[in-house]
C-alpha cells in the first residue's frame, strides 16, 4: 500500500485505479481480480448511508452495468461497474454497515471484487488520477457540495 495522499482535504490512494465518471477505485489484487470502491469525496459527499444492496456473487457484470444501488442522505440510485467481468466477492461488512463506507474507503469500505474480463488499463492512475482528482474536489468546492 502506498502512503495516502491529501489532495484539499480529503485523501486519494495512488496504488489503483480510478474511473472518473463512477468515482470508483479499483486495484488489483491478483489471479485477475480486483477490488472496487468509492474513493473518499464521494464517500463524503453521499452523507449517511442508510442502505447498500449488491448483485450476489457470480454475476456477470459489463462495464456500466449496474451491480449494486445505493440510498443515502444525499444520493439515492444504482452503482454502475467500472470494469466488465464477474462479481468474484461482495464485502459483507458493508452490506451489514454500510458506515463502514465513509469511516474506511480504501480499506474496510470496499463494495466488491470482480474477476476482470477487459482489463483496467484504461482507468486513470498514478499523476491523471491525482490531477483529476484535485480538479474533482476544486469542483466540489465550486458547486457547494464540500465545506471550503
Request: a negative charge.
Amino acid at each position: 500500500m502506498t502512503t495516502p495522499l491529501e489532495l484539499g482535504g480529503y485523501e486519494i490512494r495512488l496504488d489503483r485505479r480510478y474511473h472518473p465518471d463512477t468515482h470508483l477505485w479499483v486495484q488489483e489484487v491478483g489471479d485477475g481480480r480486483v477490488r472496487v470502491g468509492f474513493d473518499a469525496l464521494t464517500a463524503d459527499t453521499y452523507g449517511a448511508l442508510a442502505q447498500l444492496v449488491m448483485s450476489p456473487a457470480g454475476s456477470a457484470v459489463g462495464r456500466g452495468d449496474e451491480f449494486g444501488s445505493l440510498e443515502a442522505a444525499k444520493f439515492v440510485g444504482p452503482l454502475t461497474a467500472p470494469v466488465s467481468g464477474v462479481i468474484a466477492a461482495v464485502n459483507a461488512e458493508v452490506l451489514a454497515d454500510p458506515e463502514t463506507v465513509l469511516r474506511d474507503p480504501y480499506g474496510h469500505g470496499w463494495l466488491a471484487e470482480f474477476t476482470v474480463a477487459d482489463g483496467v488499463g484504461d482507468l486513470l492512475e498514478g499523476e491523471a488520477a491525482r490531477e483529476w482528482f484535485a480538479d474533482e474536489v476544486a469542483a466540489y468546492r465550486d458547486k457547494g457540495l464540500v465545506a471550503e
